[in-house]
């Protein structure tokens, strides 16, 4: 059972989390967890602990956040196809989810190592792969506060033969992970751009995967082969992985092929939750990534960054 305790140490664990929206959304009177926040607050009222319970549950808070365990979410971003917007994805969900004061690991599971060139990360001395093929640590880089980075570069490419020829090679990062989740909220893992060891080593790994799809039939004809392999895994390695959803990406609200498109891919795939949030098109992502910036930094104001911070409140009410 929640308790007033509870409730202050969890908001003043998330400084993101702004009070008057929560009070409102828990249909408290104003100020109410404002003075309880306070160092000589007054005790909330017994009649609104479960109303404000509800509402926390939304932003992470569990059981057993006050008894000092805590699991990170594993989540793989994930499509085999290229270009959908994996890595933008990866970088923005990761800042906004890191803005609420949740601890983030981004991990670069691409041989291209884009995600790790995003942060102006070349030849890193050490790589994720390195920690997969030998009794390493998974290295982590600090990026900014409440974020971190495993990074990779091209020659990860040349040593996933020997990963697929370990023993265990599928569970090595799920046994990396389990070493190190304790330390964060979300792991966020940069899957390549197809369905290889390095994806499934991911997916294994992962309580669940958002699949970002462009609104265009290239990105449909795929998503089939995807959702197999993810089958495939749920029977064999991973009975508790969970789709989080589909995250439209690059959209241009004004074509009717895109809004036709998503419609397509809803009613193909009706099992499979589609996220409210839309990614849309914009040159703002492409000057971030010219610039190798997350959207905050580069484009604060700009819509896709807020549309980014949509969708990290959007999977925290997921929880």
Request: proline share 5%; charged share 20%.
């Amino acid at each position: 059972m929640i308790t007033q305790e509870k409730i202050v140490d969890f908001i003043r664990s998330r400084p993101g989390l702004k009070i008057p929206p929560l009070e409102k959304e828990a249909g408290i009177p104003p100020q109410t967890l404002s003075k309880a926040l306070l160092a000589n607050a007054t005790n909330i009222p017994k009649k609104h602990l479960s109303a404000i319970e509800t509402v926390l549950r939304q932003y992470g808070y569990t059981d057993t956040f006050n008894n000092g365990v805590k699991s990170a979410k594993v989540l793989s971003i994930v499509n085999h196809k290229g270009g959908v917007g994996k890595t933008t994805t990866v970088i923005n969900l990761a800042k906004a989810l890191s803005l609420y004061g949740l601890r983030v690991l981004m991990i670069d599971m691409d041989s291209q190592g884009n995600l790790s060139q995003c942060y102006n990360i070349h030849e890193p001395n050490t790589q994720i792969i390195d920690s997969l093929l030998s009794d390493a640590e998974i290295p982590v880089l600090p990026i900014a506060d409440n974020l971190f980075l495993a990074p990779s570069d091209i020659r990860m490419a040349a040593r996933e033969s020997d990963l697929m020829n370990s023993i265990g090679s599928e569970r090595r990062l799920t046994i990396k992970l389990n070493a190190i989740k304790d330390q964060y909220d979300y792991v966020l893992i940069d899957c390549p751009p197809s369905l290889g060891i390095c994806t499934t080593c991911s997916l294994v790994a992962s309580s669940d995967c958002i699949v970002p799809i462009q609104a265009e039939a290239s990105a449909y004809h795929g998503v089939a082969n995807l959702l197999n392999h993810i089958s495939d895994i749920r029977t064999f390695a991973n009975p508790s992985l969970n789709i989080k959803g589909f995250v439209f990406t690059m959209i241009d609200k004004r074509l009717n092929l895109h809004a036709d498109m998503m419609e397509h891919i809803k009613n193909s795939f009706q099992g499979i939750n589609v996220f409210d949030t839309i990614i849309s098109q914009s040159k703002a992502v492409k000057e971030s990534q010219v610039a190798k910036e997350d959207l905050y930094t580069s484009h604060p104001s700009s819509t896709p960054w807020n549309q980014y911070k949509a969708l990290a409140t959007e999977l925290l009410k997921l929880q």
